[in-house]
């Protein structure tokens, strides 16, 4: 009897510190490591630029276990990676990426990565370039070579007697030509996106969104398309929703055109980051494309948050 009670105590005693060292195990950080975190310092939102500056992106990430890289995106497209000098990470890391700027609205990203490969929420901001404008070259100076001594002065024509009430001759002088205007977007023949814009500009859940959209025709004629937005979240390739297709005449220069105004986040949480993108719809085919900038450099993307 007393054998079998002492072997009872000591399976308990043991099943007793299993339970311990597993707890002890559980807070040695084994569990899942919080994100990084970053911050972008400079530039601030809205800020103006013009087309051919460097923009210098300054931001602050910051994570227990170190950080191991940041990247810089522009309208989704990753263009700048950099790691701290310290092969292990950091905890506090600040840098400046670098990137040169074409005409247009940009979204400006920045993701932090620790050691483990856990990444960060974007820190987003928008900035507007504006297109350079084309230089007119200025004419050189008019060197005045004076005469030799010695030479006989010029004779100046002598006026012509007018006989009363005969008309007076009028001297005409050579119309100036002025130069044309620089032209602020040029872009081959065809239909472009310039940028989108968010109304309202701080949208909150169940709030439905509008998205307005500045279209650069450089045709001869008004163009007819059907398009819409759809909405990504960060490094996200199928889109979160979108807004129902329109059709609408396009005409020739610069115009604004809104989407439909039903799409919206619903329910109860946080704060979601997003990017709107524009795309015309092929009636044939149905299959989607993204409009481009008149760059060239891809489809206009921006940036947005939706809070409770």
């Known amino acids: ?78 263009v700048a990676t950099d790691a701290p000098p310290i092969p292990k990470g950091q905890t506090l890391f600040t840098l400046v990426q670098r990137w040169k700027a074409t005409p247009g609205q940009h979204t400006l990203s920045v993701r932090a990565f620790n050691a483990s490969g856990a990444a960060s929420d974007p820190a987003l901001v928008t900035i507007v370039v504006a297109p350079a ?9 008019t060197q005045v070579v004076p005469p030799p001594l010695g030479a006989p002065s010029p004779t100046l024509p002598q006026p012509l007697a007018t006989q009363p009430g005969a008309p007076s001759a009028t001297a005409t002088r050579p119309a100036t030509r002025v130069p044309p205007s620089p032209t602020r977007i040029t872009a081959p023949p065809g239909v ?21 959209v500045t279209f650069l025709n450089t045709t001869a004629t008004p163009q007819a398309y059907r398009w819409r937005i759809r909405i990504f979240e960060p490094d996200k390739r199928n889109s979160f929703g979108d807004t129902s297709p329109i059709d609408s005449t396009i005409p020739v220069g610069t115009s604004e ?46 940036a947005f948050q939706v809070c409770p």
């Not at 472009?192 to 814009?197: E, G, L, N, Y």
């Open 1 to 78: 009897m007393p054998s079998r009670f002492i072997r009872a105590m000591t399976l308990f005693i043991i099943v007793a510190g299993l339970g311990v060292l597993a707890c002890d195990l559980s807070t040695l950080g084994l569990g899942s490591a919080p994100k990084p975190k970053v911050t972008i310092l400079a530039p601030v939102n809205n800020a103006q630029f013009t087309e051919g500056d460097e923009i210098q992106v300054q931001s602050t990430s910051t994570d227990s276990s170190g950080i191991a890289r940041v990247e810089l995106a522009v309208d989704g497209a990753t």
């Open 257 to 302: 055109l809104a989407s439909a105004e039903n799409w919206r986040v619903g329910g109860p949480g946080d704060c979601m980051s997003f990017f709107a993108r524009v795309f015309w719809i092929d009636p044939g085919s149905k299959q989607e494309t993204e409009f481009s900038k008149p760059d060239g450099t891809g489809g206009p993307a921006t």
């Open 133 to 141: 404008l084309a230089r007119v070259p200025t004419p050189p100076p």
């Open 192 to 212: 472009w996106a310039v940028s989108i814009r968010v109304e309202p500009k701080d949208p909150k859940r169940g709030q439905f969104v509008k998205f307005v």
